[in-house]
């Protein structure tokens, strides 16, 4: 009839046709068996449910909020957000580009790396080994 999209003879709203004989589709807050993940009829991509109606998911550029810290839809690992959409800090074991000299994960001064992400020498702020292997009296 004039107005209906579909009719299908059903009340099912996971299936083509809704129950308002209008086609099933992305935004219309039911979940289309086969073909959405979700369906949240808004257009928020931080919350469940992307405006595309699929999960979200670590790597596809939206930071879904209580779970993700960042989220900038790559996996370089030298950047500010990690592949496993947590942001980075010296400590993580990843080598921020422009930020960080070093970073071997941990917290102790005079191996490779210091704990503030710069390498082992005499005038970096850590008192420490130096590079030949002495420890410094001092280091401002």
């Known amino acids: 009839q004039d107005g209906e999209e579909c009719v299908d003879g059903n009340l099912n709203e996971a299936d083509d046709c809704l129950s308002t004989c209008a086609d099933a589709s992305c935004g ?7 073909y959405e993940d979700c369906d949240d ?4 991509n931080t919350d469940d449910c992307l405006d595309t109606c699929e999960s979200p998911s670590c790597g ?31 400590g993580d074991s990843q080598v921020r580009s422009g930020e ?10 005079g191996d490779s790396c210091d704990q503030n992400c710069t390498v082992p020498r ?7 080994l130096d590079e030949n292997g002495l420890t410094e009296e001092c280091d401002d």
């Open 100 to 109: 960080e000299e070093c970073d071997d994960g941990n917290n102790i001064n």
């Open 28 to 34: 219309d807050a039911y979940v289309w068996s086969g």
């Open 122 to 128: 005499c005038g970096n702020g850590v008192t420490a």
């Open 41 to 44: 009829a808004n257009g928020i």
């Open 60 to 90: 596809d550029g939206y930071a879904w909020t209580g779970h993700e810290s960042c989220d900038d839809g790559n996996f370089d690992e030298t950047d500010d957000c990690l592949s496993t959409c947590q942001s980075a800090i010296c």
